[in-house]
């Protein structure tokens, strides 16, 4: 039977063991020059690490002691069964007294094993939904079924689109390496894309008991990082995180203390993660005064720093939330944005003609299975006196609740709607 101790320390170490698994994954990728065998290993180190630390203590440094287990692991297998792998010359000539001794190097070399990893998982020769797919596999460590979940997607059609993601990549013999030159600037927009997803996947998770699995949003965080650090002066690298580091640090916000969904005006700003908030607003302003013109993420960014202030929006903020989602919509034409940009119009007094815009994507059954849609519909026609609309709006969202948190919510505020048709 398991001490408090021993529990606190065995989920100390698999929190460790999260966080290092991107980097134990990329290193044991540059030595074996394959993907499933690196991820193998890393599982059999795993492992051995959750029998091993307990006893001896967590190592200097994890992802060493993981990334030499697994070679270990592999070097084994190879003398025993004799197992293909594709640099196993080099890799029975490996011996740890090889390995650099100084943390800070070693770090170093692991993130850049990750980056080398993120650009080739990222490689535009491959489909978009195989390059956010593969990146969750490989780099984070999610299951197919977890992915799955992520795409609304069947756990075989997700286990199909890696095989063939894995296999191009080895057919193809996509370089397992940062681009260099004119190509560099090129591939950053689909890893900035991905990385996005990855941070979304963690931000809103309904398996999660608080609906936020910090894990993952500091993982996507942490890559985000690192590809800041490789273009030091790219305004949408730099955006990206300021948005990540803005929607991450109201994440504690969104829970009560008994537990329920809290909406965003009414939450408890004191719970916010303020130095983040700082971090990310100095971030933004850095972009703005290099005056370049906007992208994409510098707008999302924008608005995601209205809504990180320390009072709730006031009808000029909302006006100046509109503004940027209307440059959004200039530069990519999502129904999504389209859709914020009606809630805020709401907000604004412009109720009809955002129920207007909302009602011409519902009328065509576009994003049917979309959430907030029905969400931003129910808040529209409330606003515009139409209950009975609004409440079968707010059930249409209930329906598609993933979480009992989520539909414990909904619900509460279809009652007081229900409520307000009564008095009203």
Known sequence: MNTPKAAADKDDHGRIIRSVYPRVVASLVRVFGDMDLAEDMTQEAIVKALVSWPKSGLPDSPTAWLVTAGKNRAIDLHRKTRREINNSDQLLTLVDNNEPSDIVQLRGRFDDDLLRLIF?????????DSQAALTLKVILGFSVNEIAQSFLASPAGIEK???RAKRHIRERRIPYEVPKGEMLPQRLSGVLDVV?????RGFWSPEAPEL????VCNNAIRLARMV?????YHPEARSLLSLMLLASARASGRISASGDLVALENQDRTQWNWGRIREGKALLESVFAARQPPGNFQLQAAIASIHSNQDTPTIGDWNHVVALYEKLETINA????????????GHCGDAAEALALVKSIYDENRLTNYQPLHLCRSFLLEKCGQMNDAIAAKQEAIA????????????SELDELERAKKTG
Do not use: W
């Not at 936020?212 to 894990?215: C, Q, T």
């Not at 999502?334 to 119009?345: D, E, G, L, Q, R």
């Open 120 to 128: 080739t998982c990222c490689h535009p020769d491959l489909p978009d």
């Open 161 to 163: 689109r890696l095989t």
């Open 196 to 200: 996005y997803v990855l941070f979304n």
């Open 212 to 215: 936020y699995r910090a894990d």
């Open 228 to 232: 800041v650090r490789l273009f030091r």
């Open 334 to 345: 999502s129904p999504v944005f389209a859709i914020n940009k009606a809630v805020a119009m």
């Open 400 to 411: 598609l609740a993933g979480s009992p948190i989520e539909r414990r919510f909904l619900q």
